[in-house]
């Protein structure tokens, strides 16, 4: 007869393959050693449950981590001067934005369209493009830079997405 | 896992600090529990209660599924565990602390007299285990993790911890014959 106590341990934690678990069945009927042996394994199991529920928690510690917890930075509270700084720009470019309108509807008014901020910077940009078209290949330089900073930024950005502001504390 | 524990789980991923510690609440046990029996010793298993959650706190958005928590967390605590041990290894530290302890204090304990003595002699027994097969058996039994599971916390193929298992047990049997 060959034994299965190699396998009891796997079958009181319900860990056998069913055919496994149906040779060890058949096997406790027959075998005195290896049902003393699962026995003593069942014994020892439900022992485990009840030692270790005396433990007592050390609440000191506990405490110093919750502290812990909460001086450590928080994701979900965003950094106020970030929020400020963000309000800030915001608030700026809009600003600027109405302002630079403002200026512009008033040049119109009192000198005439030729003299508005459009007008200057439609001719100085038709001025600008003139003298660098006539540079031979500035095209494909041009797009190949562009592709290659977007690309950059992008992984620059998911890199800073990444990043965790990690305060030590002691 | 229940669905509250899973919404709670979600929510400390997304950075909820109230959400975290609630976590804390429903483990520190299972962490203590866990370092404790390691280690064989109460002020390191509270450090490492602590390290542990703090290194979960940090890297839980790396987690990639919400219902791994619990064996994610028990992977974390098991490493700084297994780091201290080594540690102590290289420094030839020797460490019987909390199982004298408990045997010592189980004396108030208001247990029945028969199942006092057999958790004395179990934890007489335990000190018998090398760290290794001390973690595998505590793991199932006390935290009921599947075989699976505690192969993916210890960081071993799956027939190493039935076979740590099944030596664990059949090394406290013998020692508890010996006592009995």
Known sequence: MQHV?????????NELEEQERVVVEKHLQD?????ELYE????????????FETISLPEQAIEQLMTRINQLDTPDSPDPISVLSYAALRWGTISSILLLLAVNVSLMITFGPFFSFIQIFYRLAHGVVTIFSAIPYLGVVVTVTCFLLIGMSLWLLHQLLRLKKVEITQ | MDQELFDLITK?????????????????????????????????????????????Y???????????FTSWLSRIVYNLCNDRIKKRDRE???????????????GDSKLPI????????????????????????????VHGYSYQDIAEIMGVPEGTVKSRIHHARLTLREELKKEG
């Not at chain 1, 106590?5 to 934690?13: M, V």
């Not at chain 1, 003593?40 to 030692?51: I, P």
């Open chain 2, 114 to 141: 028969e199942q006092k003595q057999m958790q004395i002699d179990l934890y007489q027994a335990m000190k018998s285990l090398s760290p290794e097969h001390r973690s595998a058996i505590i793991l199932r039994e």
């Open chain 2, 12 to 56: 400390a991923k997304r950075g909820d600090k109230s959400a975290f510690e609630s976590l804390v609440e429903r483990y520190k046990r299972h962490v203590y529990y866990q370092a404790v029996t390691m280690l064989n010793d109460t002020i390191e298993a509270e450090d490492v209660l602590q390290e542990a959650f703090i290194k979960a």
């Open chain 1, 40 to 51: 003593d394994f069942s014994r020892m199991s439900a022992s485990f449950t009840h030692a």
């Open chain 1, 31 to 35: 075998c005195t050693d290896c049902l």
């Open chain 2, 58 to 68: 940090f890297s839980l958005e790396n987690l990639k599924s919400s219902y791994a």
């Open chain 1, 5 to 13: 106590d190699h396998l009891l341990s796997a079958y009181i934690d």
């Open chain 2, 92 to 106: 030839k530290v020797v460490v019987s602390e909390w199982l004298d302890n408990k045997i010592e204090n189980m």
